[in-house]
């Protein structure tokens, strides 16, 4: 249960964020408020074949998934492999952004993340972590991360975080994660006109 704690520990940080002044929106019509943040953005990978996708929830909150390839080091060694990586984001700032009249469409922003990301014994690449051949992997913590979506369509996130591995067969510890992709957003995003308060 510990996993479940510290998950809901980040989970309860950012939403404490996002209770804080945000982008308002005159379209009393749209609940969610959801002014610079897509509804739906499928993005591929390029650089590590996988496939994401990013859900806006509120004003500056979005959800994300994805399966790709990632690379764990904790204390006990390290793992590469195909990876499941969920988030739950809070984009601070958009507003700042617009204000320097850069480009926010494509969720284009920086942001502070809840993360999990699983990385799976079947599809394992390499590692050094002394157990069973079948041992799994989990990341508990929570990151920071830049994501650009470009006109184009391209797109990047690189992500930086600390948290705790909990091993399935092996021990547990702590350790950082990096994430980077680089990918297309097949998505169609919004006008690049901004929109803010």
Not at 79 to 89: E, I, M, N
Not at 132 to 149: I, K
């Amino acid at each position: 249960m510990r996993k479940d704690r510290i998950l809901w520990c980040c989970f309860l940080v950012v939403m404490t964020l996002t209770t804080g002044k945000g982008q308002t929106e005159n379209n009393a019509g749209n609940f969610f408020g959801i002014i610079n943040l897509e509804r739906h953005q499928v993005t591929f990978n390029m650089l590590s074949p996988g496939l994401n996708y990013e859900i806006g929830i509120t004003k500056n909150v979005s959800a994300s998934g994805g399966l790709g390839l990632g690379y764990a080091t904790y204390e006990e060694g390290y793992a590469v492999g195909l990876t499941l990586h969920t988030r739950l984001r809070y984009y601070h700032n958009f507003n700042r952004r617009l204000r320097k009249n850069r480009n926010v469409s494509g969720n284009s922003g920086n942001y502070f993340a809840a993360a999990r990301s699983i990385f799976f014994s079947q599809v394992r690449l390499a590692t050094n972590i002394d157990g069973p051949d079948d041992f799994n992997l989990g990341f508990y913590g929570s990151t920071y991360g830049v994501q650009r979506t470009y006109e184009n369509g391209f797109n990047f996130n690189a992500e930086l975080g600390v948290g705790y591995y909990l091993g399935d067969g092996v021990p547990n510890g702590y350790g950082p994660l990096f994430n980077f992709t680089f990918g297309w957003v097949a998505t169609k995003r919004k006008s690049r006109t901004p929109t803010f308060d």
